[in-house]
């Protein structure tokens, strides 16, 4: 073989194996949740959806302002004289499990399970009752306030967490959210996406 057809030779295998990277990194899935093209208005719109659903009952119920769950639809306190304690799961004898299962209990307004049920922790609250738009948005987006999570790890929890789920299902004599869980969660992505900007 000549000096000329090695060297032709090796441009081949070079082109070769730089193509191949080309369309290994073409095909590599994309980050979840990175901003598109930064969009306040629009992430402005999005979150106020997303407002509408953690402020309805299934969601805020469980985030109080003080140590008490709330319960039904007009999220009155929880009777039994239930409090969140340390690790959100009940204080004393009085744990979330008691009456909590894993699954609702059938029959219209009888408790409500999954197999995660409890409040937020004390030293985390996670408090949306009460919040305006702009304040339950910096709080989201404040790892200080919500439990250390990145915006794609929230909204890795608005999508696939059980208990996030269990508010679209939740029992005989529930509402459910003003959304649906898919419309929830693609706004969620949506606010994230146009930028994060909160409600003014």
Known sequence: MTHL????VLLLVTAAVVG???VFVRTEPAAVAQPV???DAGARAAFLDVYKVLMHPRCMNCHPTGEVPLQGDDSHLHIQNIKRGE????KYALKCANCHQETNLPGE???PG????????KAMPLVFQGKSPRE???QLKDPKQNGGKSLEQLLEHVTHDKLVLWGWEPGDGRTKPPLTHAEFAK???EWIEKGAASPE
């Open 5 to 8: 057809q090695t060297r032709r």
């Open 20 to 22: 191949a990277a080309t």
């Open 37 to 39: 093209k930064k969009d």
């Open 87 to 90: 690790d959100g799961k009940g």
């Open 109 to 111: 307004n009888l408790p």
């Open 114 to 121: 999954n197999p995660t049920w409890q409040l937020p922790k």
């Open 136 to 138: 339950l948005a910096d």
């Open 187 to 189: 706004k969620f992505r």
